[in-house]
């Protein structure tokens, strides 16, 4: 973080950082991620989980995904807009179109989906997504 590079800088640019070798026996080890890690699970992820899935694989990395009519979008970015209570809410159904994006319910709520990725193309969402009736898998 920015605090930590302040604070650390001038020990840095004068060689005064005393490195540490890491403690293999109490590190933390992980798989490799795959392409699917950025599948979307409207139905089982909550909107906090989703926009945090959305924000970490954002450009320049892969991206996070899902289907609309056979196609597949890249979600660029998210915002979890003020949540509302949704009756017989169906995960994954945009709900809203917007000046600023598109609202789609999740498991818990909705996120506001502001940036997306067609074809290798940027799109502004609610340029592509031009009815409420439609659901993302």
Same mark, same amino acid.
């Not at 293999?24 to 909550?46: E, F, L, N, S, V």
């Not at 209570?85 to 159904?93: A, L």
């Not at 799109?123 to 439609?134: E, L, T």
């Given at each position: 973080?920015?605090?930590?590079?302040?604070?650390?800088?001038? *020990?840095?640019?004068?060689?005064?950082?005393?490195?540490?070798?890491? *403690?293999?026996?109490?590190?933390?080890?992980?798989?490799?991620?795959?392409?699917?890690?950025?599948?979307?699970?409207?139905?089982?992820?909550?909107?906090?989980?989703?926009?945090?899935?959305?924000?970490?694989?954002?450009?320049?990395?892969?991206?996070?995904?899902?289907?609309?009519?056979?196609?597949?979008?890249?979600?660029?970015?998210?915002?979890?807009?003020?949540?509302?209570?949704?009756?017989?809410?169906?995960?994954?159904?945009?709900?809203?179109?917007? *000046?600023?994006?598109?609202?789609?319910?999740?498991?818990?709520?909705?996120?506001?989906?502001?940036?997306?990725?067609?074809?290798?193309?940027?799109?502004?969402?609610?340029?592509?997504?031009?009815?409420?009736?439609?659901?993302?898998?």
């Amino acid at each position: 973080s920015r605090e930590l590079l302040k604070k650390n800088y001038k *020990n840095i640019i004068n060689s005064k950082i005393i490195f540490q070798k890491q *403690n293999h026996k109490i590190a933390t080890y992980t798989c490799a991620r795959t392409p699917d890690d950025g599948a979307i699970r409207w139905q089982q992820d909550d909107t906090v989980k989703i926009h945090n899935l959305i924000r970490g694989l954002s450009f320049p990395y892969p991206g996070a995904f899902c289907m609309y009519k056979g196609e597949k979008i890249i979600i660029q970015k998210s915002q979890i807009p003020l949540q509302r209570k949704w009756s017989g809410s169906v995960p994954g159904r945009v709900v809203g179109l917007y *000046n600023n994006g598109v609202e789609v319910l999740t498991c818990d709520g909705s996120i506001l989906i502001t940036e997306i990725e067609v074809e290798g193309k940027r799109i502004a969402p609610q340029n592509y997504f031009r009815s409420i009736k439609g659901t993302l898998v």
